[in-house]
């Protein structure tokens, strides 16, 4: 069952990240700044350019007192491990309200891997600077870099070749 308090249409409003008015933090890149930002920092006064690892942090936050029967972090991991109990519930109600309102499942998925968050099957997910201890460590989880153009291709014709023939073809 999910909380009343997630609306069908949310809105968020549209300010500079970790710059609230009504907050009184100290200076960025300390742990007391980056507390205090978590502990007040909601979905609901957080800027459109905020990224995926903080949305989730705040969805994952959220979750333990809204929404734990969709998604929570795994008990016994230390909060380094997090899982998805019902994805058809997630994209019906959350995934609209923390990141785009057409989102899918899928695209959630599809943007963990991007980000370097491994899978541990069950749609349980994790990545080793992703902790529940931690928010500070979303500054450290970036997009995984794909290798795209004419040197990646070769290399996989080459490692394609390679595979198919038995050899080490240089």
């Known amino acids: 069952v999910i909380s009343s308090s997630i609306s069908t249409s949310p809105k968020l409003h549209r300010s500079i990240p970790f710059q609230h008015p009504k907050l009184q933090c100290t200076l960025p890149g300390h742990l007391d700044y980056t507390l205090c930002i978590m502990e007040n920092l909601s979905i609901a006064n957080a800027s459109p350019d905020l990224s995926f690892p903080w949305r989730l942090y705040l969805l994952l936050r959220d979750a333990e007192k809204e929404f734990p029967t969709v998604i929570s972090w ?43 968050f491994q899978s ?9 600077e992703f902790s529940r201890d931690d928010p500070q460590g979303c500054e450290k989880v970036v997009r995984v870099k794909s290798q795209t153009g004419k040197n990646a291709k070769k290399k996989i014709a080459l490692e394609t070749e390679r595979m198919m023939l038995g050899t080490d073809v240089q």
């Open 74 to 116: 795994v008990s016994g991991s230390h909060g380094k491990v997090f899982q998805v109990h019902d994805p058809d519930e997630m994209e019906k109600w959350i995934l609209p309200k923390y990141f785009n309102s057409s989102i899918k499942y899928s695209s959630f998925r599809r943007q963990l891997i991007a980000y370097g």
């Open 120 to 128: 541990l099957g069950k749609r349980k997910y994790t990545h080793e």
